[in-house]
């Protein structure tokens, strides 16, 4: 099926960081922290603390799921990352790359394609800095930044980018978009014009065109492309040394497939974005491209529950992560989404948690109340798309690690 075989040592990325910012008095890296501020560039990044020797014994009814899952071909493959409480007590890999007896098996330093989890560890995090820094306005009309997207609807202009990130903006949840466009301009054109579903802010509805649009207008903004911007304000400076938009070549031996296109690409896709639009506009879009594994999403976590310092104020994350008050019944924060109810984090996450799901069967969640992180990693959609038993694993997978750890307490 032209998957790779072999797990090489995986290089590690150096990443350089600039003397330049997005507005000449606020020093690269720095974020407003109430009275004082802290600068990421000389402060020292702290890590989960690694204590997860008796990992198969706590959590084994949650392992046994998963590996129960791999069985019934749920997913090939998955990789797990549990902390709490300042702890790493979880990093477990389970399966193969693909179904085939000989598919080289996923390790903790295999790289998985995240999918939408792009949305809140890239898109919705650079709208935080921003804010945090006072270059974004969520409640000034998008089309203030972008103004191809006006239209002939008047409407349009009531959008802002507070509805972008809480998917009230009427948007449509998807369109093929490239199987109308060739390249990233093409495709850029196609979704300034796709017309709004409902009025803004009446309703809200899942929405990648509106996350594609977030992604253009942040980097302008910024005045930076999405992929440069994170790496250089978060992955780089976190340590998630093996994060980033369209991952390089020698990391595709490390990352498992995502799907078998025969349809659109006509190859099998390895090493490169799952999501059709975010490939035609070369792998880095608001919506989807990031790549990455269970330690670092676990790293990511740990600020998150160290309330975003040293990336944000707690003031922003809280911001956020806080589910908004419309439309009525809502379960979206800005870029995060809630516990719902049912919900894919299970029946015991708290209401003030904040999580997101991936299409190509990945999730990460956290619970500020119970300190605690679960990032979930799979390639579900290989070789295609048609298995949905994803999400019956996931809530059994969360509600099994939660009962875990109050066992264990």
């Given at each position: ?11 590690c990325?150096?990443?350089v960081?600039?003397a330049?910012?997005y507005?000449?008095?606020i ?6 922290m109430?009275?004082?501020?802290l600068?990421?560039?000389t ?6 603390l690694?204590q997860?020797d ?5 959590f084994s009814?949650?392992f046994?799921?998963?590996?129960l ?9 998955a990789?797990?990352?549990?902390t ?15 179904y ?7 390790t ?18 650079v709208a ?14 998008v ?8 239209g002939k609807?008047?409407s349009?202009?009531e ?14 949840t998807?369109?093929?978009?490239f ?7 093409a495709?850029?054109?196609?979704a ?20 594609i ?12 492309p999405l ?16 994060t ?11 990352i498992p497939p ?8 006509n ?23 990031v790549f990455?594994t269970?330690t670092d ?8 529950l160290?309330?975003g ?11 956020f992560t806080?589910?908004e008050n ?9 870029g ?22 991936g299409?190509?069967?990945?999730s ?10 679960v990032?979930?990693l ?15 694993v ?9 009962e875990?750890?109050?066992?264990a307490?």
């Open positions: 099926m032209g998957v790779i075989d072999g797990n090489a040592a995986l290089p990325v150096l990443y960081k600039e330049v910012c507005k000449r008095d020093p690269l890296g720095t974020a407003r109430g009275k004082g501020s600068d990421i560039s402060s020292t990044t702290h890590y989960p690694v997860y008796n990992q198969d014994e706590v009814r949650a046994d799921f998963l590996r899952a791999i069985e019934q071909r749920a997913f090939p493959g990789s797990v990352a549990i709490s409480w300042g702890k790493l007590l979880a990093l477990k890999a389970f399966g193969r790359f693909s085939e007896k000989d598919a080289l098996p996923v903790t330093a295999s790289i998985f394609d995240i999918a939408s989890v792009s949305k809140v560890v890239a898109t919705a995090n935080m800095i921003l804010y945090d820094r006072g270059l974004l306005d969520l409640d000034i009309p089309v203030g930044v972008l103004p191809e997207f006006a609807d008047a349009r202009r959008v802002t980018f507070r509805m972008l990130l809480a998917h009230s903006s009427g948007l449509p998807y369109d093929k978009l199987l109308r466009a060739k390249n990233k301009d495709l850029l054109t196609a300034f014009d796709v017309s709004l579903r409902n009025h803004p802010g009446t309703r809200a509805e899942y929405s990648d065109v509106g996350f649009l977030l992604g253009v207008a942040l980097e302008r903004m910024a005045q930076e992929d440069r911007f994170c790496r250089r304000e978060v992955f780089g400076p976190l340590g998630m040394s093996h980033a938009f369209n991952p390089p070549s020698a990391w595709k031996s490390a995502t799907a078998n296109d025969q349809t659109f690409r190859r099998v896709i390895q090493g490169e974005v799952q999501d059709e639009n975010a490939s035609v506009m070369g792998g880095v879009a608001g919506h989807a491209g990455s269970a999403l676990a790293t990511f976590a740990h600020i998150m160290n309330r310092i040293p990336l944000v104020s707690p003031e922003t994350l809280a911001r806080k589910r419309s439309p009525t019944g809502t379960s979206r924060a800005l995060w989404d809630t516990p719902s109810n049912p919900s894919q984090s299970g029946k015991y996450f708290s209401q003030s948690s904040f999580g997101h799901l299409y190509t069967g990945t990460f969640w956290i619970d500020p109340e119970r300190q605690l992180s990032t979930l799979t390639n579900r959609t290989w070789p295609d798309c048609a298995n949905q038993s994803i999400k019956e996931r809530p059994r997978f969360h509600d099994a690690v939660v875990a750890l109050g066992a307490e």
